[in-house]
């Protein structure tokens, strides 16, 4: 069994497109219900779920994005946008992620085409103070992350991300670019 189409699966079934069983095998019916899926969303239906289909399969045209258990988004989990003052001063989740974020960083990791780390995400007020945030910093709201893509310099990284509409700070000395909505 495959976890990531096992996902797919259950994220097909839940758009009314039928994979066949929920057992993550990428057999017949489950490569139909992706052809299905692509031809309704406007993309090659080649039944091979790639950046642009996984986007759209786990983001969607409502900007919904699909959870499963400790997943915020197909790529990232959850725990990475948790508060990193360990518990010190608050539970790790002052605030949710902002939805629209975090499907833009999804997208951002689609079109990177690789892995994206999660330097800092939400924040409780006393640890953006420790860290130097500002005052009215947006990561106390969950409205911005701070992150990096191994072997991409950061400007390209931010100009991706500028052109999904994000609002980037690039902090080349400290080797991360500050993304917010």
């Keep these: 069994m495959n976890a990531l189409i096992k996902k797919t699966q259950e994220a097909l079934a839940a758009r009314g497109y039928d994979p066949g069983p929920i057992d993550g095998v990428d057999g017949p019916r489950t490569r139909k219900a992706v052809q299905a899926f692509q031809a309704a969303s406007g993309l090659e239906t080649d039944g091979i779920v790639g ?96 992150l990096y893509a191994p072997g991409i310099p950061i400007a390209t990284v931010a100009a991706v991300a500028e052109s999904l509409g994000l609002y980037t700070i690039l902090y080349e000395d400290r080797g991360f670019v500050h993304l917010a909505v």
């Design 51 to 146: 950046n642009l289909t996984e986007t759209r399969l786990f983001t969607g045209q409502l900007g919904v994005i699909a959870f499963d258990g400790d997943s915020a988004t197909a790529h990232f989990a959850r725990a990475e946008f948790a508060c990193d003052c360990n518990g010190a001063y608050c539970d790790g989740f002052p605030a949710e992620m902002n939805r629209e974020l975090l499907l833009k960083l999804e997208a951002l990791r689609n079109a990177l085409d690789t892995p994206v780390i999660i330097t800092s995400g939400v924040r409780c007020p006393t640890r953006n103070a420790e860290v130097g945030g500002v005052e009215k910093s947006q990561h106390l709201f969950g409205q911005a992350a701070d």
